[in-house]
């Protein structure tokens, strides 16, 4: 099923996303023009797969359980804040705290993530195939911050548990956070 944002309210294309009718077999849906709008794909809590064609706003797909969402574009803020499972493919760039507070499931941005990626994770895993900005994992409890490019200054800052793999250069690490050589 598709959405078109431009001839849909988004409080209507959540609403059907979040209730649609669970008897009947339709689980892939596609958003087009998501013109950068907010808070889209939040709150979902079913095994369905989402399309979305585009850049999106703030806290896209938070809230997420079981879901699987894949942006063909960039986000803004706070990109699967909160998500408990599910998965977010980001086929573009994020910007500030992508992922925060994420207790579980997987986040992946193939791009770069902006500062805070990963702030007061307690269970998400999250990949980045670029770098990220500065304070990535900052609070982070539990789960991976797996980066495949650089990270910015105070990486992993008041760290608790959780683990971070940087395939680049770290500028700096932040208290608390000690680094382990592989093997």
């Known amino acids: 099923m598709n959405f078109d944002l431009n001839k849909k309210t988004l409080r209507e294309v959540n609403q059907h996303l979040q209730n649609f009718d669970r008897k009947k077999n339709t689980r892939k849906f596609e ?17 369905i797969d989402i399309t979305i064609k585009g850049h999106t ?8 359980q079981k879901a699987t969402v894949t942006v063909h574009g960039n ?7 909160n998500m408990m499972s599910g998965k977010i493919i980001v086929k573009g760039n994020a910007s500030q705290s992508a992922g925060a507070t ?19 994770m307690k269970g998400i895993d999250i990949v980045v195939k670029g770098s990220v900005g500065h304070m990535s994992a900052f609070m982070a409890q539990k789960g991976n911050l797996v980066v495949m490019g650089d990270a910015d200054a105070d990486l992993g800052d008041s760290i608790y548990e959780a683990k971070i793999f940087v ?5 700096n690490l932040g208290a608390d956070c000690v680094e382990k050589k592989n093997g």
Not at 75 to 81: D, F, L, N, Q, S
Not at 167 to 171: D, L, M, P, R, T
């Open 31 to 47: 958003i087009s023009n998501p013109q950068g709008q907010h808070a889209i794909c939040a709150g979902l809590k079913d095994d």
């Open 57 to 64: 706003g703030y806290y896209c797909a938070g809230m997420n």
């Open 75 to 81: 986000v803004g803020t706070g990109v699967a804040e």
């Open 102 to 120: 994420g207790h579980g499931g997987a986040l992946i941005i193939e791009g770069d993530a902006s500062s805070r990626c990963g702030i007061s």
């Open 167 to 171: 395939k680049g250069k770290v500028k």
